[in-house]
């Protein structure tokens, strides 16, 4: 048997010796950890693909240098792909999680590998070349959302997964002390982002009455869903990070405002998709999710502005670390760059 440790591995970020040994413990497949190969992302989280026993697995743990909540978002992520085993739900499975963090070093889990393609990375020919296969893959996109919208989530043993109570009155104030703590970090002016106080008034005298919770991907962006490379279908939604249980309107709302459009920034995300016609239009995209639910959908504008406001914040936030130098500044600044167009968007929906 070859050495268990791959070569070019660092041990600090996943050592395959103790990996090994702990999926002995769990009866999986043993023998040489073979073709390891780092996966990328549209996160910092660590990804990396492996053999062992004739067996294909994906790693998935927080990056090297541990946040505070790393390791409860990593586990969070186990847990919830976990209950949606089995479901109408095109997500990752899970084949075993540890959340003995004293094992790696971190919280990890192990998941089969997804068979498609991400359109942040590439886009196959039949999809460049056909306009109906980019209108298809993203109607899928919304089926996928609007489906993990309906599931019951308190069935699937999820009912403490989030704290629906009070969700959508906590966003704008939640949000807007995220963008008031970006302070902290040095150089940095604070936000120069025009209508914010506009939007954020808006959102907060046009916040819905009426809602019903539900499961949450929270971060529904076409660069997080694999699609199959045989058809324009969903193969899985990707990085959970930010899942809980809320609104899932807001992913709804959360496709609609990053729907690239030729010649934006955020368009530059998704590469040549991005520069490529033929996706939903937002009404083709509302009535497509709309035969999915019996969720009232009158109020899709406002999800979207709120999706501009949160996502534009969060953006921000690279920024000010780009500012402070703890980010790459080209980084910093093409992600402001998009938290303006995000807001450019909300004041068009506003208006």
Same mark, same amino acid.
């Not at 940095?188 to 809602?211: F, K, M, S």
């Not at 929270?218 to 279908?233: E, T, V």
């Not at 998704?270 to 009232?296: I, N, Q, S």
């Not at 949160?310 to 910093?332: D, S, Y």
């Given at each position: 048997m070859s050495e268990v440790q791959p070569a070019? #591995?660092?041990?600090? =970020? =996943?050592?395959?010796r103790a990996v090994a040994a702990w999926m002995d413990?769990?009866?999986?497949?043993?023998?040489?950890?073979e073709a390891v190969t780092p996966l990328g992302g549209g996160t910092q989280n660590v990804m990396l693909h492996f053999r062992r026993g004739g067996r294909d697995y994906v790693l998935r743990r927080g990056p090297k240098h541990l946040r505070p909540k790393s390791n409860e978002v990593i586990g969070r992520e186990a847990r919830l792909l976990g209950a949606l085993t089995g479901t109408s739900v095109p997500a990752p499975r899970v084949i075993a999680a540890c959340t003995d963090d004293a094992v790696i070093g971190a919280v990890f889990y192990l998941m089969e590998p997804v068979d498609g393609f991400n359109p942040q990375n590439e886009l196959p020919p039949a999809y460049q070349a056909d306009a109906g296969f980019r209108r298809e893959m993203g109607l899928s996109a919304v089926e996928a959302i609007a489906r993990l919208g309906a599931l019951d989530y308190q069935a699937l043993g999820l009912a403490d997964y989030g704290k629906p109570d009070g969700f959508l009155e906590r966003q704008v104030p939640r949000w807007l002390a995220e963008l008031e703590s970006y302070n902290g970090f040095e150089g940095y002016p604070g936000p120069d #982002?025009?209508?914010?106080d506009t939007i954020a008034d808006w959102l907060e005298r046009n916040r819905p009455a009426q809602w019903r919770p539900g499961i949450m991907h929270g971060d529904c962006h076409l660069a997080n869903i694999m699609f199959r490379y045989d058809a324009p279908r969903v193969a899985a939604l990707v990085d959970w990070e930010m899942s809980t249980i809320g609104d899932p309107l807001l992913d709804l709302g959360w496709q609609i405002a990053t729907r690239p459009e030729p010649g934006m920034t955020l368009s530059a995300l998704l590469g040549p998709l991005g520069a490529a016609d033929g996706l939903p239009t937002p009404r083709e995209m509302v009535a497509h999710y709309g035969r999915f639910t019996d969720r009232d959908l009158g109020a899709v504008t406002w999800y979207t502005v709120l999706a501009c406001f949160k996502l534009g914040i969060v953006l921000e936030g690279t920024h000010a670390r780009a500012i402070a130098g703890k980010a790459p500044k080209q980084t910093g600044d093409f992600l402001h760059a998009i938290t303006l167009e995000l807001f450019q968007r909300a004041h068009k929906l506003v208006d």
């Amino acid at each position: 048997m070859s050495e268990v440790q791959p070569a070019g #591995i660092d041990p600090a =970020v =996943v050592d395959f010796r103790a990996v090994a040994a702990w999926m002995d413990g769990h009866d999986l497949p043993g023998g040489a950890i073979e073709a390891v190969t780092p996966l990328g992302g549209g996160t910092q989280n660590v990804m990396l693909h492996f053999r062992r026993g004739g067996r294909d697995y994906v790693l998935r743990r927080g990056p090297k240098h541990l946040r505070p909540k790393s390791n409860e978002v990593i586990g969070r992520e186990a847990r919830l792909l976990g209950a949606l085993t089995g479901t109408s739900v095109p997500a990752p499975r899970v084949i075993a999680a540890c959340t003995d963090d004293a094992v790696i070093g971190a919280v990890f889990y192990l998941m089969e590998p997804v068979d498609g393609f991400n359109p942040q990375n590439e886009l196959p020919p039949a999809y460049q070349a056909d306009a109906g296969f980019r209108r298809e893959m993203g109607l899928s996109a919304v089926e996928a959302i609007a489906r993990l919208g309906a599931l019951d989530y308190q069935a699937l043993g999820l009912a403490d997964y989030g704290k629906p109570d009070g969700f959508l009155e906590r966003q704008v104030p939640r949000w807007l002390a995220e963008l008031e703590s970006y302070n902290g970090f040095e150089g940095y002016p604070g936000p120069d #982002i025009p209508g914010l106080d506009t939007i954020a008034d808006w959102l907060e005298r046009n916040r819905p009455a009426q809602w019903r919770p539900g499961i949450m991907h929270g971060d529904c962006h076409l660069a997080n869903i694999m699609f199959r490379y045989d058809a324009p279908r969903v193969a899985a939604l990707v990085d959970w990070e930010m899942s809980t249980i809320g609104d899932p309107l807001l992913d709804l709302g959360w496709q609609i405002a990053t729907r690239p459009e030729p010649g934006m920034t955020l368009s530059a995300l998704l590469g040549p998709l991005g520069a490529a016609d033929g996706l939903p239009t937002p009404r083709e995209m509302v009535a497509h999710y709309g035969r999915f639910t019996d969720r009232d959908l009158g109020a899709v504008t406002w999800y979207t502005v709120l999706a501009c406001f949160k996502l534009g914040i969060v953006l921000e936030g690279t920024h000010a670390r780009a500012i402070a130098g703890k980010a790459p500044k080209q980084t910093g600044d093409f992600l402001h760059a998009i938290t303006l167009e995000l807001f450019q968007r909300a004041h068009k929906l506003v208006d």
